[in-house]
């Protein structure tokens, strides 16, 4: 029996040839010597002509180019978090790696909690109860990771009109995804009405271009706040692989030919998860509006025994189990904050999928639910 990876939040597709060409061409080209910290003037160009079509207007001032969207979250958290009482409200359940970022930066995170039963939906009345003088972010994730949930622009300029009334608060949107969606047009919080002046989008090029590895990222936030993250990167890690920066351009120029490929296929994997789950009994799940995860509760199979009578008390005992006898492997929701979930990806190939599907379905089959 062959290792199964459901956990994995890289996608198995190929980095978009366009990309993986320019990038070499540029090596070849002599491209490796230092550029500027903020990033090469084409590529931060190519970003706001990317906006620009989507009736956002920025400036090559307001973008950063980092090497990776999680060291973008490290410098703002950095640059914002100036004191241990600073507060970082986090909807959840949400990627772990925020928590993991938190534990290097000043102040604390604070979950605001949601829930499957009303889709993942963050209501203004949630979020007043947990804003205060100390709060400094409401970090979002758009479209969401683990739940794959996707913000409206109605729900979006809700939340603004909380923020607004906190003028030390900081909205973050992590869009990593923003590519990847199923139902309907994305959009980014750069597109809603209201003051932009404390409104920052953290993006890169890992999920949506399956160029995890190249590690780049970027943000696109405030002159100001842009240029306090600009000079922290130069002076860490002075800035990012110029060679790696033109193959970037080349995919987000020729993102309306390399990306519909993938999401087709995306598309007809979620279609053959969401059918496989049905075909589990007591296995709820919400359907992914973006991003390429399904997040379903296990809670009717825990606590449970095994054919060999061994307990099982939680998801993360449960996804051990699946790795140890089924080698399929799951990522416990208990780590996204949502105890009694887990994520599974279907950024796989579909016959690798569909062989997951039916060996969790053999493997729930076979739990002895306790009394």
Not at 84 to 95: C, G, R
């Amino acid at each position: 029996m062959t290792d199964i990876n459901l956990a994995s939040g890289a996608s198995y597709f190929r980095s978009p040839a366009p990309a993986i060409r320019t990038a070499i061409q540029a090596l070849e080209a002599g491209a490796t010597g230092h550029g500027t910290a903020e990033g090469i003037p084409e590529l931060r160009a190519a970003l706001v002509e990317r906006y620009r079509q989507e009736a956002i207007d920025i400036t090559p001032e307001q973008v950063l180019i980092t090497p990776g969207s999680k060291q973008a979250l490290f410098y703002l958290f950095t640059v914002l978090l100036q004191q241990d009482s600073n507060e970082v409200v986090v909807p959840t359940p949400a990627w772990f790696g925020f928590q993991e970022l938190m534990g290097y930066c000043k102040g604390k995170m604070i979950q605001l909690p949601t829930t499957a039963a009303s889709d993942f939906s963050l209501p203004t009345s949630a979020l007043r109860q947990v804003l205060n003088e100390n709060t400094r972010i409401l970090l979002l994730t758009n479209p969401g990771n683990p739940t794959g949930r996707v913000y409206s622009k109605q729900e979006l300029e809700e939340l603004l009109e909380v923020t607004k009334e906190y003028p030390n608060l900081y909205v973050i949107s992590d869009e990593i995804y923003d590519f990847v969606t199923y139902d309907g047009p994305f959009t980014s919080v750069l597109a809603c009405e209201g003051d932009k002046e404390r409104v920052v989008v953290v993006n890169g090029f890992s999920k949506s271009f399956a160029m995890s590895d190249w590690r780049l990222g970027y943000l696109v936030g405030p002159q100001e706040l842009v240029k306090r993250c600009t000079a922290f990167q130069a002076a860490t890690i002075a800035g990012v692989s110029k060679f790696l920066q033109k193959g970037a351009i080349a995919a987000i120029q020729e993102r309306d030919q390399v990306l519909p490929s993938m999401l087709e296929v995306l598309q007809e994997n979620r279609t053959l998860m969401a059918s496989g789950l049905k075909e589990i009994p007591h296995l709820p799940f919400f359907v992914p509006q973006g991003a390429y995860y399904f997040f379903p509760d296990f809670s009717h199979y825990l606590p449970c025994s095994t054919p060999t009578s061994h307990i099982l008390n939680s998801s993360i005992e449960l996804c051990a189990y699946l790795t140890e006898i089924y080698k399929l492997q799951l990522s416990p929701g208990d780590f996204f904050g949502l105890p009694g979930h887990a994520r599974m990806s279907f950024a796989v190939e579909r016959e690798v999928l569909a062989e997951a599907l039916s060996r969790l379905k053999e493997a729930l089959a076979g739990l002895i639910q306790s009394e």
